[in-house]
């Protein structure tokens, strides 16, 4: 079982299994989810196991540009935000990496993918090894093969 939890320690999650796929997203949102990086760290799995244990989380959502839904759980009082599911996905989430407690699994975090690339930063280096996605997962179309729709 792997916990997360908020910075003010008031919303402690719990959940099952290990991550489905780990990814980089650099998607429009994620400077203002952050308030800090142009992008995020993120990992997959499913919702079956997920047990808040402690606290009570809030959510807010919206559109994306895919269409989906998208949910924000996170904190009332603190605003960590410590995982998002969205419509297009049901019965998975998107846990966020630095609310993870498990020092073994940020260790080794290394993501699968890059998603929305085409919002990276020129300053952020691709991580040597992922895919690379030009929009999201579903597409699954790398840079060349956007620009030749074009």
Same mark, same amino acid.
């Given at each position: 079982m792997t916990q997360s939890?908020?910075?003010? %320690?008031?919303?402690?999650? =719990?959940? #099952? %299994? =290990? !991550?489905?796929?780990?990814?980089?997203?650099h998607c429009s949102d994620e400077g203002k989810l952050t308030g800090a990086a142009p992008f995020?760290?993120?990992f997959i799995t499913s919702t079956d196991g997920l047990q808040v244990v402690k606290g009570k989380l809030q #959510?807010?959502?919206?559109?994306v540009d895919s269409g989906n839904f998208m949910t924000n759980h996170c904190?009332?009082?603190c605003g960590s935000?410590?995982?998002? #599911?969205?419509?297009?996905? !049901?019965?998975k989430m998107a846990v966020k990496v630095g609310c993870v407690d498990d020092d073994d699994l940020l260790s080794s975090f290394v993501p699968d993918v890059e998603i929305f #690339?085409?919002?990276?930063a020129p300053w952020v280096p691709a991580v040597e090894g992922a895919v690379q996605n030009w =929009?999201?997962? %579903? =597409?699954?179309? %790398?840079?060349?093969?956007s620009e030749e729709k074009k």
């Open positions: 939890s908020c910075l003010c %320690g008031a919303n402690v999650i =719990t959940y #099952t %299994g =290990t !991550p489905q796929l780990k990814f980089k997203c995020s760290l993120n #959510t807010w959502g919206f559109v904190c009332g009082r935000l410590l995982y998002r #599911t969205s419509s297009g996905y !049901p019965g #690339t085409r919002n990276r =929009t999201d997962f %579903g =597409t699954g179309e %790398g840079r060349e093969a």
